[in-house]
C-alpha cells in the first residue's frame, strides 16, 4: 500500500519510486511557481504595481490582469510590468531546481499549465515540455485571422522598451529595478502599442482566456510529442508526479493522471499539494499523496 499519512514514510516511498521508474511524468500546476517566489499579492505586488492599486483599486496582480483600463497605453504599461517580472527577471527561488535535480537523470516529460517558462528557463529540455495554456514571453494577434492564424510572436525587446520607458531600470541578470528618483510613468508612449505585422490587429498575450487563444505550431508539436511519450511508456513502470496542481482546470492534468494511473498496469500517481493531496478510492493502492510545502519536499527528495 502505497497511501500513508506519515510524511517520512511518503518521502521515502516517493524516493524509492522516482529512483525505479521507467519514466516520469511531470503535472505543474500554479502552486509550483508561487513555491519558487512568483506571489501576485503582498510586498512583491505594492513593489511594482502600487501606482495601479492606489489608482484602480485592486490588490493582486491576477486582478490587475483582468481590469479594464481607460486605453492601451495604460494596459500596456501593467502589462510589461507584469510580463517582465514573471517571465524574464530571475526566478526568485530554486523550487524548479530542485526537480530538475530529482528528474534529470530519467526519461521525463512535462505537462504544465504555467506560463512563466520556469521549466525551460531552469535547464528541462525544451522537446520534453507542454505548456498548454500559453506563454507569457509570447504576443498573437487580439483577432487571429488569415495571415495571422495559428502564429506568435516573441514580445521581449518590445516589453523591454514599455518597461524601460516608463522610468525603470533593468538590472543585468534581468531583474527590474525601481529607480528612487523616477517617477514611474503609468502609461507607455503611443508609438511602442504593438499591432500583428501580419493582419494589423491590436497584439495581446498569449494567454487561454477566451476562443481567440492561439495554438501555434509549436504547441501542437508539443502536443504531439506529448502524447507519444504516452504512448511509447503506457505499459511500463510510469510515475505521474502532480505537483501542487489545482481544480481550476482539472481536466488538463488531474484527472487525466488519475485515469491513466487506473487504466496502466504499473503506473504509480504521486501528488504533492499542501491541502489538498489526496488519491481516488480507485487509485488509492497505486498512489502517494504528500500534504506538504512542496519546496521542502522536493529539498527532501534530492538531498
Not at 531546481?97 to 512535462?110: G, S
Not at 476562443?211 to 508539443?222: I, L, S, T
Not at 504521486?270 to 493531496?277: I, P
Request: charged share 25%; net charge negative.
Amino acid at each position: 500500500m502505497k497511501y500513508t499519512e506519515n510524511y517520512s514514510d511518503q518521502i521515502r516511498a516517493l524516493r524509492r519510486e522516482t529512483d525505479s521508474a521507467d519514466a516520469v511524468i511531470i503535472g505543474a500546476g500554479a502552486g509550483l511557481s508561487v513555491s519558487a517566489g512568483y506571489v501576485y499579492t503582498g510586498e512583491r505586488f505594492d513593489k511594482y504595481f502600487g501606482d495601479f492599486a492606489a489608482k484602480y483599486h485592486f490588490s493582486d496582480m491576477y486582478s490587475g490582469g483582468f481590469y479594464p483600463y481607460p486605453d492601451k497605453e495604460t494596459f500596456w504599461s501593467f502589462w510589461s510590468r507584469y510580463i517582465w517580472i514573471n517571465r524574464y527577471a530571475p526566478i526568485p527561488s530554486d523550487t524548479y531546481d530542485m526537480l530538475l535535480e530529482l528528474v534529470k537523470d530519467k526519461d521525463y516529460f512535462v505537462l504544465t499549465t504555467n506560463v512563466d517558462h520556469c521549466f525551460q528557463r531552469t535547464g528541462f529540455d525544451r522537446e520534453r515540455l507542454f505548456y498548454t495554456q500559453g506563454d507569457y514571453g509570447l504576443l498573437q494577434s487580439s483577432d487571429p485571422h488569415g495571415a495571422s492564424a495559428h502564429k506568435t510572436y516573441e514580445n521581449k525587446e518590445i516589453i523591454r522598451k514599455m518597461v524601460l520607458a516608463q522610468g525603470y531600470e533593468i538590472a543585468e541578470d534581468n531583474e527590474l529595478l525601481v529607480p528612487e528618483t523616477a517617477e514611474l510613468a503609468m502609461r507607455i508612449p503611443t508609438e511602442l502599442i504593438p499591432y500583428c505585422p501580419d493582419d494589423g490587429e491590436p497584439m495581446t498575450t498569449n494567454l487561454r482566456a477566451d476562443d481567440n487563444f492561439v495554438e501555434d505550431k509549436g504547441w501542437y508539436r508539443a502536443a504531439e510529442r506529448y502524447s507519444e511519450f504516452l504512448r511509447e511508456h503506457e505499459n511500463g513502470k510510469v510515475l505521474f508526479l502532480e505537483c501542487a496542481v489545482g481544480m481550476n482546470t482539472p481536466g488538463i492534468i488531474k484527472f487525466p493522471f488519475w485515469r491513466m494511473t487506473a487504466q496502466w498496469p504499473y503506473a504509480i500517481y504521486a501528488c504533492l499539494n499542501r491541502g489538498e493531496a489526496y488519491a481516488p478510492e480507485e487509485i488509492r493502492e497505486k498512489s502517494i499523496c504528500i500534504d506538504g510545502d512542496i519546496r521542502r519536499t522536493l529539498s527532501l527528495l534530492v538531498r
